[in-house]
T-cell receptor
Framework: DAKTTQPPSMDCAEGRAANLPCNHS???????VYWYRQIHSQGPQYIIH???NNETNEMASLIITEDRKSSTLILPHATLRDTAVYYC????????????FGTGTSLTVIP | DGGITQSPKYLFRKEGQNVTLSCEQN?????MYWYRQDPGQGLRLIYY???????QKGDIAEGYSVSREKKESFPLTVTSAQKNPTAFYLC??????????????FGPGTRLLVL
């Protein structure tokens, strides 16, 4: 399975872009990268996912390197409500859509 | 208003007691999942079900049991064999039985505490 490595914590000033990195050097060619976030004591919330190309939606942008060994989630204008734990996930193939959740990055947005 | 509901929000278990956590979804999703989260940790998969009347063990199934009699429901029973049940339990569902693109959507969670 392709596991992920993320920094345990990061700070970001309110209104600035938050760039959250993730390494997934053993990812297989057809495995997607997903990002979720979890606000304390709530269920994880889906943010975005991608395979090879960069993706953007109303919440964030996902930049995947050409070799697919790493990716970056970008929150363009961080707000205090973006304070959460962010999980970078690679789906484990042939296991019924099982997701492997690591310990994530705890992002704190500072006023 | 579609979504995933879990009940109760908090649950207390006495020694030697079995307890059942409820998970219901009205998203018409085929697959459902149960995860356990311990403080400061990521999620670990307990059981998952890709279709009614079928389910598979995840990484930490010992001490837990599930059933999938209806598409909408996937209850989790924490048995007395689970010696360290205190945790935050999360239920999720996704659209298709297989496919790397299928996003999982999570319920609000149930926090289980042992008295």
């Amino acid at each position: 399975d392709a596991k992920t490595t993320q920094p345990p914590s990061m700070d970001c000033a309110e209104g600035r872009a938050a760039n959250l990195p993730c390494n997934h050097s053993t990812i297989s060619g057809n495995e997607y990268v997903y990002w979720y976030r979890q606000i304390h004591s709530q269920g994880p919330q889906y943010i975005i996912h991608g395979l090879k190309n960069n993706e953007t939606n109303e919440m964030a942008s996902l930049i995947i390197t050409e070799d697919r060994k790493s990716s970056t989630l970008i929150l363009p204008h961080a707000t205090l409500r973006d304070t959460a734990v962010y999980y970078c996930i690679v789906r484990v193939e042939n296991t019924g859509n099982q997701f492997y959740f690591g310990t994530g990055t705890s992002l704190t947005v500072i006023p | 208003d579609g979504g995933i509901t879990q009940s109760p929000k908090y649950l207390f278990r006495k020694e030697g007691q079995n307890v059942t956590l409820s998970c219901e979804q009205n998203l018409n999703h085929d697959a459902m999942y149960w995860y356990r989260q311990d403080p400061g940790q990521g999620l670990r998969l307990i059981y998952y079900s890709q279709i009614v009347n079928d389910f598979q063990k995840g990484d930490i199934a010992e001490g837990y049991s599930v059933s999938r009699e209806k598409k909408e429901s996937f209850p989790l029973t924490v048995t007395s064999a689970q010696k360290n049940p205190t945790a935050f339990y999360l239920c999720a569902s996704s659209k298709a039985r297989q496919g790397p693109w299928e996003t999982q959507y999570f319920g609000p969670g149930t926090r289980l505490l042992v008295l």
